[in-house]
């Protein structure tokens, strides 16, 4: 069983929040173990506004406020071209996977959004997501940088 939040939960809080575009949220979340509230938090410090998405500095430097090194993966290399490979060749450690105009979260494996067709009821048969990989980010915890940070 993960210990970060799964995905329903983390949509109805934002759905509670009256938010929307919240994939970089709800990435932020599962990456760093954080309550959709808290998450939500730390964006809207980096300059996240409600109902917007979030520039990739925005939420890389959010990130690396919780304590981790987020490194370029050379995902080609590895033969990753859609979300569903990358969930079979991720499958250990935390990702962050771009596709366009989305940004999902990968834990061992596991993609924890609403491309996932385990972790929805949007999609009616199981079919893995064919969203093309833009970019793909290993975020390494490293501890706490930031006295101060909650």
Not at 42 to 50: D, I, N, Q, S
Not at 80 to 108: C, D, F
Request: glycine letters at 6%.
């Amino acid at each position: 069983m993960p210990h970060y939040i799964e995905y329903e939960e983390l949509a109805r809080n934002g759905i509670k929040y009256f938010d929307r575009n919240f994939c970089t949220v709800i990435a932020l979340a599962t990456i760093c173990d954080l309550s959709y509230r808290r998450a939500y938090k730390k964006l809207e410090r980096e300059g996240r506004k409600k109902g917007r998405g979030t520039y990739p500095f925005e939420y890389h430097q959010a990130i690396k406020k919780q304590g981790y090194r987020i490194d370029p993966v050379n995902f080609r290399k590895d033969g990753v071209r859609t979300l569903a490979q990358a969930q079979k060749k991720y499958s250990s450690g935390k990702y962050l996977v771009e596709t366009k105009k989305h940004i999902s979260a990968i834990v061992n494996g596991d993609l924890n959004d609403w491309t996932n067709p385990e972790k929805t009821k949007r999609f009616k048969k199981k079919q893995r997501s064919r969203r093309e990989v833009v970019t793909v980010f290993k975020c390494i915890y490293e501890g706490r940088t930031h006295k101060g940070e909650i």
